[in-house]
């Protein structure tokens, strides 16, 4: 691919990519993977080949924190805690199950476009897995993975064999990433408090700046749009950008907007596309969006568009 038809419906230039503090909004990222993946889409694994890429002094400060942790489990805390600073699409939560002994590291693509998920969750587990790799400087540490594919080709299968170890369970009921807890008290040979402290300190303060320089409310948006729904309270969201929901609260205020405003926009944005480009059905949408009712949704829709969302639907794909 060229770089202009990669880079096709973004304002990013491919000599802005070499600047190290560029940074690239997650609309823009997910239209560059957009245009990838249809320009290549007989191309199996990509998100396996982007996944083994993804070290752990790739994202900067986030990455730091983590070799600098002192176990597997404390670099998995801070790196959860400041999520918005990895490479991650998928949006991650933890669970344990203390009958086998195990956690679970679980990524979910659906707040994602449908196209780009399995990419999504091919580049984050193979990404993680690397991560790990570098975080306990052996190659030899395994995750188990399970996903909720389908069990591809054989040649295909062996491509995660390579990356995990051991064959992923297919047809799983999610997408996650097992190990055990025990594995988690692993000590990780670049352990440094003092950097680990100091790491932290400055990925709070890179977000921080980031609200300076993005506005908060671009920042929401990002957020809202990578979150399964995007009704986020005001307490979640001052937690996501590592600020107080006081000083979040008057931020917006200096910009005019409020957290209410933010949220109509997303869903109103999230919805159109939704429609035009998902074809499940509109109670599936709703859910998405976080009514807890179609009809609230749809008569949202029309104070939006003038219309319904099933008109809408047929308007833009006549048959």
């Not at 580049?123 to 389908?150: C, E, F, H, P």
């Not at 997303?266 to 969006?289: F, M, N, S």
């Amino acid at each position: 691919m060229t770089h202009a038809d990669s880079l096709h419906g973004t304002a990013l230039t491919r000599e802005a990519l070499d600047d190290l503090d560029a940074e690239v909004r997650l609309r823009d990222e997910l239209q560059i993977l957009t245009n990838i993946l249809g320009a290549l889409s007989e191309v199996p694994g990509l998100g396996v080949e982007a996944g083994l890429r993804c070290h752990a002094a790739s994202p900067g400060i986030w990455g730091l924190s983590l070799m600098s942790s002192r176990t597997l489990g404390d670099a998995m805390s801070v790196g959860m805690s400041l999520a918005a600073l990895s490479f991650c699409l998928c949006r991650l939560s933890v669970s344990a199950d203390t009958n086998d002994g195990t956690g679970r590291l679980v990524l979910d693509p659906t707040a994602l476009p449908v196209g780009i998920r399995r990419f999504a969750v091919e580049r984050d587990s193979t990404g993680i897995q690397t991560l790990q790799r570098d975080l306990l400087m052996n190659r030899d540490a395994q995750l188990r993975v399970a996903y909720t594919m389908a069990r591809p080709p054989e040649d295909q299968v062996q491509k995660y064999v390579d990356v995990f170890g051991v064959e992923p369970e297919f047809d799983a009921p999610q997408n996650c990433l097992i190990a055990s807890l025990e594995s988690l008290n692993a000590p990780l040979p670049q352990a440094n408090q003092y950097a680990r402290s100091m790491a932290e300190k400055q990925a709070v303060e890179l977000l921080r700046q980031r609200s300076a320089r993005a506005g908060v409310a671009g920042l929401l948006r990002d957020l809202m749009l990578a979150s399964p729904s995007p009704v986020l309270s005001l307490d979640e969201a001052a937690r996501q950008l590592a600020v107080s929901p006081r000083t979040l609260r008057r931020h917006l205020a200096q910009e005019g907007v409020s957290l209410r405003m933010l949220q109509e926009e997303v869903r109103e944005a999230l919805a159109e596309e939704l429609l035009l480009t998902d074809g499940r059905p509109v109670a599936e949408i709703a859910e998405r969006l976080g009514y807890s009712q179609v009809s609230s949704f749809t008569q949202a829709f029309r104070r939006w568009k003038g219309v319904g969302p099933q008109e809408y639907r047929r308007r833009a794909h006549p048959r």
